[in-house]
């Protein structure tokens, strides 16, 4: 009997011989059925299964064999390597990879196309010899190589194993491209780190926590005098030894308050000379910020700190003549002022500033120009004792600090042993220059506490030297300053005159004598002041000339005249010249003649018409500028006249010497005529001299019948001066006056 249905029966009490009874009976049917009903679920079901079609066999297989490759395709996407399925002869079957960027072209490119169908020769002919021997040797075979894919320069490792797959009856290998590129580029940077270390400039040390030697390059072991491997496990001599730097605290110390250290140490080389070494010890922190290791650098500053020094002696430091700068020279300055403040013993700040330098050094050249500066400063350090301290500004410009003296006279002394010393000449090449020096000369703490303002009086002392003339010393006064403000504040009213038009030009009339006839007039320019009314030349001129504005006002007076004459010429009065007063700073700049030119072309004025009125001094050093100037004004047809004659220096020389057409006596000697006797004979000498010449004379200042009357019988040709007019706007110059 079947076990199950034994235990049924048992449980129903029928397991005897027995008849059931109607309710065992019935419990026992209700069994039965329950047992039919599950039997004939499981037969519909197997039916069921056993009745599947083709069709949908198939679609199972395939639903289960999608979910099979997706997961086998997705664990490869997730490999960051590239496998590929290639065959004996080199061509691409399968590429399992989901990262195309990793490959050098698209996947379809490479898909049944052979190696050498993609690949330079070289390239594939490597690749198929690595496919071959992995074939033939039925092992692991590697290459290393780089390659342009995607997503730019890559470097690969190659692995290539045979497998048992024939496809195409050909045998296959999978070829695994390996993405080394980060591991070659750490590699890299560890070769190049390690290179730095051993090979490097610095010295460097890698020390434990408790700063103790872990490693130490051979620069280190060079810089500190030691044996690197046996110094591994020991603390640095720098750690050590505190006397090495000059730091309050011990380097342990610092890193341990701060982890970090910078500073200068001393090294030695090997004869025993120390030399600076700059340090720096940072520390290196583990994951939890725990201090794991220090690190120091060493470096040899020696050629740095001798550089820095040769760069310091250059800032302050003349490169010319090599003595100290402007910059020193305000230091020294500044400490000489209170060391005088401490010892109540006066110095003496001496401003010198050489006369005719730019002359020399426009005419002669820039290197005539530099050897005499040279030749200046070795002169003056002759005179100078250790205390002293010379310098040069710049340009010309030299000072001299002395200081302790007993009193000022002693500065008068050195002055003069300064002056003494300009009078022997400069050989220079192969010129023999004579050159002289004004000296301005302040007292500290006298004059000023206050290095700046101790320059500015020094520079004020010496340009009152200098108009007192060359080779002269002036101390410093208040007065000084009065008249130094009073020049500044009409040369800031002269550049203001000029931008708003406050100039104007009258004409004093020529006449000559024998006829009474206009034959010139001489353009006089002043200057409507707002607050001082007209003002004369004579009160800004030496001003206009020292601050270069006497180019602008030059200029500008000329123009005038240009046009003026242009004027005249419409109106028909053309018989006489206008003549201009020019001015030394005019006729010695290099570009005087040109602008001369210009005008006169841009006017379309007739030079012939137009004379120039110099004075001697204005040619007096026959400056090489001057006479180029000289020159080119005589070829443009403008005559030349000497102004003041008789007042200033070598005349005869310069008659001789420059294109002169007429003299002009000097008001001052025409005023004491009859009553001065010398200066009758000085115009009697003029006359004559200029008439040995071939020039005209004219006479200027005349006021009376009696000067008119001595110049006619003194054979004088023609005067100008109050008796005939005072100086006059164009419209009112008289063409003909009465001579008796």
């Not at 092992?139 to 024939?166: C, H, M, N, P, W």
């Not at 703490?445 to 080779?471: R, V």
């Not at 030349?537 to 007076?557: L, R, T």
Request: charged residues 25%; hydrophobic residues 40%.
């Amino acid at each position: 009997m079947n076990s199950q249905l034994q235990q049924q029966l048992e449980k129903l009490n029928l397991q005897t011989g027995e008849l059931p009874d109607q309710q065992q009976w019935q419990q026992f049917v209700n069994m039965v059925e329950l047992a039919y009903k599950k039997a004939e679920q499981k037969r519909l079901a197997l039916e069921q299964s056993l009745s599947i079609s083709p069709v949908e066999t198939l679609a199972l297989y395939e639903q289960k064999k999608a979910s099979y490759e997706a997961r086998l395709f997705a664990i490869l996407d997730a490999i960051p390597d590239i496998i590929f399925l290639i065959d004996e002869d080199g061509r691409y079957l399968e590429i399992m990879s989901g990262r195309e960027n990793r490959l050098f072209t698209e996947k379809e490119a490479l898909l049944g196309n052979l190696l050498h169908d993609v690949l330079p020769a070289t390239q594939a002919d490597s690749f198929l010899s690595v496919i071959q021997q992995a074939l033939a040797t039925d092992s692991l075979v590697l290459i290393d190589y780089e390659l342009d894919v995607v997503s730019g320069k890559r470097y690969f490792q190659g692995r290539a194993l045979s497998t048992e797959l024939i496809i195409n009856n050909k045998r296959t290998v999978v070829f695994v491209a390996v993405d080394v590129s980060d591991v070659r580029q750490a590699q890299i940077q560890q070769k190049l780190i390690s290179t730095m270390f051993e090979n490097g400039q610095e010295g460097m040390v890698i020390l434990d926590d408790k700063l103790q030697i872990v490693s130490a390059n051979s620069v280190y072991g060079k810089f500190m005098q030691q044996d690197v491997a046996e110094i591994v496990g020991k603390q640095p001599v720098f750690i050590t030894d505190q006397s090495l730097h000059s730091s309050s605290t011990s380097i342990d110390n610092e890193l341990k308050k701060h982890h970090h250290w910078v500073g200068e140490i001393t090294g030695h080389d090997e004869a025993g000379k120390a030399y600076p070494i700059w340090l720096t010890i940072n520390t290196v922190e583990d994951k939890h910020d725990v201090v794991s290791n220090y690190v120091a650098i060493l470096t040899d500053v020696s050629a740095i700190k001798k550089s820095q020094k040769e760069l310091e002696y250059v800032a302050t430091h003349d490169f010319l003549t090599s003595l100290p700068n402007r910059v020193l020279f305000q230091d020294r300055l500044e400490q000489a002022v209170v060391r005088s403040q401490r010892s109540s013993k006066p110095g003496a700040l001496l401003f010198l500033d050489l006369n005719r330098f730019k002359i020399i050094n426009d005419n002669l050249g820039h290197h005539v120009g530099d050897e005499l500066l040279r030749q200046v400063a070795f002169r003056l350090k002759k005179l100078c004792r250790d205390t002293d301290t010379l310098s040069r500004l710049g340009g010309d410009e030299f000072t001299l600090i002395v200081e302790g003296l007993r009193d000022v006279n002693e500065a008068a002394g050195i002055a003069e042993k300064i002056i003494q010393s300009f009078k022997d000449t400069f050989s220079l090449a192969e010129y023999d220059l004579e050159v002289h020096v004004s000296i301005g000369i302040s007292v500290f703490p006298d004059d000023s506490a206050d290095a700046n303002e101790l320059i500015k009086f020094s520079d004020t002392a010496m340009y009152s030297a200098k108009d007192n003339g060359a080779s002269h010393y002036c101390f410093y006064t208040r007065e000084l300053s009065t008249t130094a403000f009073e020049f500044f504040s009409i040369e800031v009213a002269l550049k203001k005159a000029i931008v708003e038009d406050q100039f104007f030009v009258l004409f004093q009339p020529q006449y000559e004598i024998i006829s009474g006839k206009l034959i010139g007039v001489e353009a006089l320019i002043r200057w409507q002041h707002p607050d001082l009314g007209i003002v004369l030349p004579s009160m800004f001129i030496h001003i206009a000339e020292a601050s270069n504005v006497i180019h602008e006002i030059g200029d500008y007076v000329m123009q005038q005249c240009c046009q003026q004459l242009k004027l005249w010429d419409v109106q028909g009065k053309d018989d006489f010249l206008l003549a201009l007063n020019i001015s030394r700073k005019q006729l010695v700049d290099p570009e005087f003649a040109t602008r001369v030119a210009g005008l006169l072309k841009k006017h379309n004025v007739e030079d012939v018409r137009l004379e120039f009125e110099i004075t001697e001094s204005a040619i007096m050093d026959k400056e090489y500028v001057a006479i180029e100037n000289l020159k080119k004004i005589d070829a443009m047809g403008i005559r030349l006249a000497i102004d003041d004659f008789g007042t200033g220096y070598s005349s005869l020389e310069n008659l001789k010497s420059f294109p002169l057409a007429r003299l002009k006596i000097d008001q001052t000697f025409v005023r004491d005529v009859n009553r001065d006797s010398d200066d009758e004979a000085i115009i009697r000498a003029t006359i004559a001299l200029a008439k040995s010449f071939g020039l005209k004379v004219i006479a200027e200042g005349v006021e009376n019948i009696e000067q008119l009357e001595f110049l006619r019988a003194e054979g004088c040709d023609e005067v100008q001066g109050y008796y005939f007019s005072k100086p006059v706007p164009a419209n009112e110059v008289e063409f003909q006056v009465d001579m008796k």
